[in-house]
């Protein structure tokens, strides 16, 4: 089939959990279609995609973000004085759907595939089925992060991003022809809205090759976490962690020493490096930490989709502590796969049993390494795209009144999301 696949930066190299969706998903359409790809540059490098990707290297179109350099406070304050969320209004750009009128005007496409919520207010002049990949039910996430936020100012912001995206999403959601989401949750989310619309679950998955057990032994009583984190999830997770977790199992082990591995530490992150609390920023490669690493936590209050982190982790047969948040949309299971708790009490007390239990500790390991093996592995979810894109052709096109204004929302009533 002719796929053209839209995504929001250039994925490679996969260095966060977004990043290694879109890579994957684009490495199984290349792999299997006639794959075009259009995007902003605002990530990655087009060199390491063309180095990925050579067969495509006259069918991949980059352009710059439309806010590329832009002051982040800046753009969220003007948001507040608009009836569009931050991230709608800072996606759009004329020389994006420019680019896309030229890309559908040459090419009969088969499919639309478009990576998260925003790149679906793009018109798109052609009869291709069309396909919203959506990472997140995004206005849930900003829900939580609202209700947990204490800034004032913050807590604001992202309930005007709730109420404002909870339209915008539902919105252009309709306006595809079948969405894919993370998880199951995620899923019932969307049929809640759009009980007609053919809604697939394509889970995340890992690469098991990539993320493989190693012999080096750990660094004794260490604790790691990996992730994106100028991602305000991951953290909070983290300073969460940090401020009521930590001391709970310093106490009964005073030399336990946590990495924080991963892009754009905040600064409440950075002020509580020390000795024992590593925080390390970028790193090329996650791996090494991992594996010196005696426990991998998850720690988070909010989010959504599925963590590619808590797979990457079991792959590599580390035994995981896990929120419950942090493992949604994972057929994982408590006290089988990883240990799920939600109070910092018994997230404390958890760890400090695998620290002290190295029986236990492996059992875990090696029964989350084996679910991983069987379940989600990406050739597997590719087999599950593949299965959704078949579905879709296969059906006449139904779809009416589609709205052409990127711009023109209807008015939806907010719904509560669920916590």
């Given at each position: ?228 984190m100028g991602y305000v999830p991951n953290s909070d997770g ?148 593949e299965t959704a894109f078949q579905t879709l052709v296969d ?6 009144g589609i709205n052409k204004d990127p711009y023109a929302m ?10």
């Amino acid at each position: 089939m002719k796929i053209l696949q839209v995504i929001p930066y250039i994925p490679a190299p996969p260095t966060f959990g977004g990043a290694l969706r879109v890579y994957h998903l684009l490495k199984h359409n290349y792999k299997h279609h006639d794959l075009t790809v259009a995007g902003y540059v605002n990530e990655g490098t087009v060199e390491a995609m063309e180095k990925d990707f050579p067969g495509i290297k006259n069918k991949m179109h980059f352009i710059h973000h439309p806010k590329s350099g832009s002051n982040k406070r800046m753009l969220q304050a003007r948001s507040l004085f608009s009836k569009h969320s931050n991230w709608y209004r800072n996606t759009y750009s004329n020389e994006m759907q420019t680019l896309l009128n030229k890309l559908t005007d040459q090419t009969d496409f088969d499919l639309i595939q478009v990576e998260f919520p925003p790149l679906c207010q793009f018109e798109f002049r052609s009869d291709a089925k069309r396909i919203m990949d959506a990472h997140n039910v995004e206005y849930d996430n900003f829900y939580r992060m609202y209700k947990l936020e204490k800034s004032l100012p913050r807590k604001y912001f992202y309930k005007r991003e709730y109420e404002k995206f909870y339209t915008e999403e539902v919105e252009l959601a309709s306006r595809q022809d079948a969405v894919f989401t993370t998880s199951e949750r995620d899923q019932s989310i969307f049929q809640g809205h759009l009980p007609d619309m053919p809604i697939h679950v394509i889970p995340n998955g890992v690469d098991t090759e990539f993320f493989a057990p190693s012999d080096q032994p750990t660094e004794p009583n260490t604790l790691v976490f990996t992730g994106m984190m100028g991602y305000v999830p991951n953290s909070d997770g983290m300073l969460y962690f940090i401020e009521s977790v930590l001391p709970i199992i310093q106490k009964q082990i005073p030399d336990v020493k946590l990495y924080v591995v991963g892009k754009n530490p905040p600064q409440s992150i950075l002020e509580k490096a020390s000795d024992n609390i590593i925080v390390t920023g970028f790193v090329d490669d996650v791996r090494p930490y991992v594996h010196l690493s005696d426990v991998y936590i998850v720690p988070l209050r909010m989010g959504g989709g599925t963590r590619l982190k808590v797979l990457e982790a079991l792959s590599m047969k580390k035994p995981v502590v896990t929120t419950s948040i942090g493992c949604e949309g994972i057929d994982v299971v408590h006290d089988t796969h990883a240990i799920i708790t939600d109070d910092a009490q018994s997230f404390a007390e958890s760890v400090i049993k695998l620290l002290n239990d190295k029986k236990e500790s492996k059992r875990l390991s090696e029964n989350g390494y084996e679910l991983i093996h069987n379940h989600y592995e990406w050739n597997a979810i590719g087999g599950k795209m593949e299965t959704a894109f078949q579905t879709l052709v296969d059906q006449d096109r139904n779809k009416t009144g589609i709205n052409k204004d990127p711009y023109a929302m209807n008015s939806n009533k907010i719904v509560q999301p669920t916590e």
